[in-house]
């Protein structure tokens, strides 16, 4: 294999570095439902130490009028995996991001972050439509 091979970007590079959260219309439109989605494998890197951070992040939110697309949020969390922010700002940027993409009728997102140091860190916010 050629040096070159290793040094262009990969097209799931750059799937990633191009996601954003993609929405379509909610097939139930006045119906109050749950979607639950977990992400196991969420990774950024500490602004302080630049040592990788690894959670699991959790998603439950009411539609109102749009849903998220699956693929979408997934390359759109695999987007944080080369940031450099904190715990508590990766949660509350992911909620920001999900509201301005959907506008749920509610939404909860917590980031269970694995102990590193002896230290474990759960981050929960959440949001309800005015």
């Not at 996601?19 to 500490?46: A, H, M, Q, W």
């Not at 987007?79 to 920001?96: A, G, M, P, T, V």
């Not at 749920?104 to 981050?123: K, M």
């Amino acid at each position: 294999m050629s040096e070159n091979q290793f040094s262009e970007v990969k097209y799931g590079e750059r799937a990633i570095e191009e996601g954003s959260l993609i929405t379509f219309p909610n097939p139930r439109p006045g119906r109050v439902y749950d979607i639950s989605i977990t992400l196991p494998e969420f990774t950024c890197k500490c602004p302080f130490s630049g040592y990788p951070d690894f959670a699991t992040i959790y998603i439950n939110y009411s539609p109102d009028e749009k849903v998220v697309e699956l693929k979408a949020i997934k390359l759109y969390i695999n987007s944080y995996r080369d940031r450099y922010i904190s715990h508590e700002e990766s949660i509350n940027q992911i909620l920001d991001d999900f509201v301005a993409a959907c506008d749920p009728l509610s939404i909860t997102i917590r980031g269970d972050f694995y102990p590193r140091g002896n230290v474990h860190t759960v981050i929960e916010v959440k949001h309800i439509k005015q």
